[in-house]
């Protein structure tokens, strides 16, 4: 597998890291909470005409990376689905926003916290036996959350319906909004990262920057090693759902090719790096950490958040390894 991105990814990653830099400060991000979202960076967004173009999910997970480097309040993980599952024109030109429903509707027909539900005009999501769209007004409100992220309960059956596929697409589109996602943790990590390096250098103590510490060079040293590891996961999810072939689940010679698995253990681990990254760097920043003028507990908030917004990780631990080891229990019961 090429470790590299390609020459194209090089230039992706090059303006849109530059663009959500110059257009995602902090002051922006601010000012979009408490729901989680700015228009004007929306707008500028779509002017970028990501949506719709012939990028592939490798493609979208180098912009969602630097999306999440800037922490941008834009549904980019969620609208990136949604667009590519329906094609409609005005998701494509960001007119109209769409979101992605990760779990089943409840007895009620209801999608519970939705990530971008409250914002979003279209949702998709699976209802019943079906995977549907569901167009409707968006709520602009939302349940106040740890990662200020737009999230809103919507109705799977109120509004006007486009049916999409059965199970397997939901599971298709559900396996890509988890890789987007993914990506967007790495963006996380990545942020943390520079800004606990930085900190460390221009804080001192006894005279010198606290970087010279051995404690603190050991608690930032590995981290570089695990954000790359997070990134090439989720690239070789990308790639697998990319493919599009069924893929293999064979643990006794570690080979893992199933897009599905590979994209929960992309979930998985990313969002266990940006919690780690974001604890560390906010723990070498002191106390500063903690108070709101500082940028790392912008991004402590949102690895958290962006890491729950499926639901608890154990219930993705426990059907990640039900699709590694779908025999698991007739083994342990010695029946396998």
């Known amino acids: ?19 959500f830099r ?4 902090s002051a922006v991000v601010r000012r979009a909470e408490p729901l989680g979202f700015d228009p004007t960076l929306w707008a500028a967004l779509s002017a970028m005409e990501v949506w719709g173009s012939d990028a592939t999910l490798s493609d979208l997970c180098v912009i969602a990376e630097a999306a999440g480097r800037w922490a941008a309040p834009v549904p980019f993980a969620e609208h990136a689905v949604a667009s590519r599952m329906l094609g409609w ?4 030109t960001g007119e109209v926003i769409g979101a992605f429903a990760p779990r089943i509707s409840d007895d009620r027909g209801m999608w519970s916290v939705v990530p971008a539900g409250a914002i979003a005009d279209v949702v998709l999501g699976f209802d019943r036996t079906e995977f549907v769209g569901i167009s409707s007004p968006p709520p602009m409100t939302g349940p106040h959350n740890h990662a200020c992220a737009p999230l809103a309960d919507r109705s799977a059956r109120i509004g006007e319906l486009t049916v999409l596929g059965d199970l397997a697409s939901f599971e298709r589109a559900s396996a890509e909004w988890k890789v987007l996602t993914a990506a967007m943790l790495v963006g ?3 942020a943390a990262l ?11 103590q006894f005279g010198v920057p606290i970087g010279s510490f051995q404690a603190v060079q050991h608690g930032l040293a590995d ?3 695990r954000i790359d590891g997070a990134r090439l996961l989720t690239h070789h999810a990308a790639s697998a759902l990319d493919e599009g072939a069924p ?3 064979d643990i006794a010679n570690n080979d893992i090719t199933d897009p599905h698995a590979l994209a929960s253990m992309a ?10 990254a974001t604890a560390r760097s906010l723990h070498f920043h002191g106390g500063y950490g903690f108070a709101e003028e500082y940028d790392i507990q912008l991004y402590y908030r949102r690895a958290r958040g962006w890491a729950l917004v499926q639901g608890d990780p154990a219930l993705e631990c426990h059907s990640l390894a039900d699709r590694l080891w779908p025999n698991r229990l007739l083994d342990a019961l010695g029946g396998g």
Do not use: N, W
């Open 1 to 19: 597998m090429e470790l590299a991105l390609s020459p194209d990814q090089t230039v992706l990653a090059e303006a849109f890291g530059q663009f």
């Open 22 to 25: 110059r257009e995602s400060t």
């Open 89 to 92: 024109p005005l998701l494509v």
């Open 188 to 190: 996380i990590s990545v």
């Open 194 to 204: 520079e800004m606990a390096v930085e900190y460390v250098q221009q804080r001192q």
């Open 223 to 225: 981290l570089p090693g």
């Open 247 to 249: 893929g293999l689940c």
């Open 267 to 276: 979930l998985l681990f990313c969002g266990e790096t940006a919690t780690e």
